[in-house]
């Protein structure tokens, strides 16, 4: 029978450097000032949440607790080490000792002394997520699965398949069935695949992302000697960001507060937006549960944003059932309310939000203060082009533009080539997504087909041109690459036959006269099933090409468009010339802006089954993730709000189809915003 002995922590005699009580208000004071033991801080949006987790260290610290007895895990390492240095400003000196880090890089420090329990040296090397996608290549190159004959996830794909698995502690079949639903009669392949990669990687001494962390885990639960190290030498644990964290960070949460019991969670349950990356929202909201007798503190005084700002994102949030209950309250004085402003369409919702830009920017808030947020980045197409038009500088947070993107750029290749056979740009494109053609192979059939396409449009008489006084070539392009059948390497010869008969549907006079039914007869006729193989964000990028088709439709003929295409890229790249510091306007998913805050933020495109988006209404959790989504997007606005949405938008082969605004809008009272009437200017 063994009996425990505290150790009380020592603190000389001299005073706390430190006036906890004049340097933050109550309720970050009482984070702060926390006794041992599990905690809960609710941390508003703009409520100095960093501010508390820096003073609690320090805190700590200052009561005696030696800083090697202290673990701070955050979410990147940019936080890492701006908290560090933050807390070693506090203190007025370098804390070497201090654990403080992301999860992984805290994993990659603690496998280093530890690696040889598992079966791995502690040399061992780390993929990053080029060289994990070459590995799972090779390994289905080495496998039995006939990538012709079966349509095979591509390596992206089946790393962010696995990746999920392992960060969410479900099986590859569950997984499948989620989110990959048209992958799941593979799951038995795709499971072998697993294993082979798993297998490849302890052959090679190497661990990806998701290793180091499974890993972590292994030592900590199967190794009792290592775990009570552990648990033994982190007294505090401290865990920035909690709402983020998913099922197998909150395990190792677990595994190492499970001595002391003295865990630290500070988050926003109301910013978890990222279920479909593997954060699992239940490990803030069941905290209480799995760490009985914890206490919660709610840190509720926002700085950032006006009462006004403040008293809309309370009414946008409260409707949601599962969350912890909080009211922002403002620390700033009073300004104007948010706007709501309904706009005839998405060409009058570009225009209006350009136009107030510029008003802004005369009165004095400089561009790089505002941003324009949104649900989906193909929702910003047309505000992209009216910027352009008016020469309003802009960049995007994912730092690729709506028409740069890769499968954007795919299927205009297609037209590229439809109307011009000389673009070798777009035939090399093309041939390099068939299997098993690379640089190489498309090299030698280009010079096969330009040849062949030489000798086809001189053979064939011209056509009807879909612009009048013009002429375009018969369908020289499919006979050109039909022409060119024996020479492609086997594995692509039934995507070659696909291609053949795509082109030719594309050459069709009824087709080839719109380029809208172009982008949608490439999709159809296989770039859909590719993006399946190729991006695990399929359907977003589906999404993408559903407006750009949208957009298409107003052009006379593919030429127009694509002249019109190659003016907006062109125009669009001069300010990546420019200096650094020029002022620009960000455009941004509401996803990529958490964490960022704006003088002024206009949310666009509020309309019913964008956003909310029309899956997220299928089940009630995630309904209520894409309000928390609405909630981060209000949050991020300091001064001004503008809420806007089209009466009329343009959907494909439906035309101008009316618009009924976001239910989200209908939650807020009408008395917490003031409508904007537009109207136009007589001439």
């Known amino acids: ?25 109550p309720q970050q004071h009482a984070a702060v000032t926390a006794p041992p033991g599990p905690a809960l801080v609710i941390a508003g949006a703009g409520s100095g949440k960093t501010r508390t987790l820096i003073y609690r260290v320090g805190y700590l610290l200052e009561q005696g607790v030696p800083p090697e007895r202290i673990l701070l895990l955050t979410f990147t390492n940019k936080a890492a080490k701006e908290m560090m240095r933050r807390v070693g400003e506090l203190l007025g000196r ?14 990659n420090r603690v496998l280093r002394t530890n690696a040889d329990r598992l079966g791995y040296r502690r040399d061992f090397t780390i993929l990053d997520r080029d060289d994990a ?6 390994c289905v190159g080495e496998s039995a699965i006939d990538v012709k004959a079966t349509r095979f996830p591509k390596a992206g794909v089946l790393a962010d398949i696995f990746s999920l698995a392992v960060n969410t502690g479900k099986a590859v079949a569950e997984i499948l069935e989620t989110h990959y639903d048209y992958f799941t009669l593979l799951g038995p392949q795709i499971e072998a695949m697993r294993e082979r990669y798993q297998a490849r990687k302890k052959a090679a ?14 030592l900590l639960r199967d190794h009792p000697d290592v775990r009570e190290h552990y648990q033994r030498r982190f007294q505090f644990v401290l865990v920035d960001e909690y709402q983020d964290t998913n099922h197998l960070q909150g395990e190792l949460i677990d595994l190492l507060a499970a001595r002391h019991r003295n865990v630290m969670a500070v988050g926003d349950d109301a910013q978890s937006i990222y279920s479909w990356r593997g954060a699992d929202f239940r490990n803030i909201l069941q905290f209480p549960t799995r760490y009985p007798g914890a206490v919660t503190y709610r840190i509720e ?4 944003s006006t009462p006004e700002i403040l008293a809309v994102a309370n009414a946008a949030i409260a409707p949601n059932l599962h969350q912890f209950e909080k ?14 402003v309904a706009c005839a369409g998405t060409s009058e919702q570009a225009a209006f939000i350009c136009q107030r830009i510029l008003e802004l920017r005369e009165e004095g808030t400089e561009l790089q203060e505002m941003a324009v947020l949104y649900r989906s980045h193909f929702h910003a197409l047309e505000l992209q082009l009216e910027l352009t038009r008016r020469n309003i500088p802009f960049s995007i947070t994912s730092g690729i533009r709506f028409f740069e993107q890769a499968h954007i750029k795919d299927v205009t290749a297609y037209l590229k080539l439809a109307v011009n056979p000389a673009d070798e740009l777009a035939f090399k494109r093309i041939a390099k997504m068939l299997p098993g053609v690379g640089g190489k192979a498309a090299e030698k059939l280009w010079d096969k087909f330009r040849l062949a396409a030489v000798g086809a449009a001189a053979a064939l008489p011209l056509a009807e041109s879909p612009e009048p006084g013009g002429a375009v070539p018969s369908p020289a392009v499919a006979l050109a690459l039909q022409a060119c059948a024996a020479a492609v390497p086997k594995k692509a010869a039934v995507a070659w036959a696909q291609l053949v008969a795509t082109m030719a549907q594309l050459e069709e006079p009824g087709t080839r006269s719109s380029p809208d039914r172009m982008i949608r007869l490439v999709v159809e006729a296989g770039y859909e099933d590719y993006l399946q193989e190729e991006f695990p964000n399929y359907r977003n990028r589906l999404d993408d090409l559903e407006q750009m088709a949208v957009f298409a439709r107003s052009f006379p003929s593919p030429e127009a468009f694509l002249s019109e295409l190659a003016l907006m890229t062109n125009l669009e790249a001069e300010p990546r010339g420019a200096v650094q510091d020029e002022e620009m306007i960000r455009l941004s998913s509401i996803h990529q802006a958490k964490g960022l805050e704006f003088e002024v933020v206009f949310l666009i495109m509020l309309c019913e089954g964008l956003f909310p988006s029309k899956r997220s209404r299928e089940q009630l959790e995630t309904e209520e993730e894409e309000r928390r989504l609405f909630y981060v997007a209000i949050t991020r606005a300091r001064n001004e709000l503008y809420l806007s949405y089209p009466l009329m938008r343009f959907a494909g082969e439906s035309g101008w189809t009316p618009q009924q605004p976001s239910s989200f809008l209908a939650e807020i009272p009408t008395e917490l915003v003031e409508e904007w009437d537009l109207t136009h200017l007589r001439s």
Request: net charge negative; hydrophobic share 45%; glycine share 6%.
């Open 94 to 107: 370098e804390l070497p000792e201090l654990w403080g880090g992301t999860f992984h890089s805290l994993a």
């Open 205 to 218: 001494n190497a661990m990806d992302f998701d290793d180091l962390l499974e890993l972590w885990r292994s």
């Open 133 to 138: 996608e070459e590995l799972l290549d090779a």
């Open 327 to 340: 009211q922002l309250v403002a620390a700033r004085e009073s300004g104007m309310r948010p706007a709501l």
């Open 1 to 25: 029978m063994s009996r425990e002995y505290v150790l009380q922590p020592f603190a000389g005699a001299e005073t706390l450097r430190i006036d906890y009580a004049a340097e933050l208000n």
């Open 301 to 304: 005084t926002n700085y950032r």
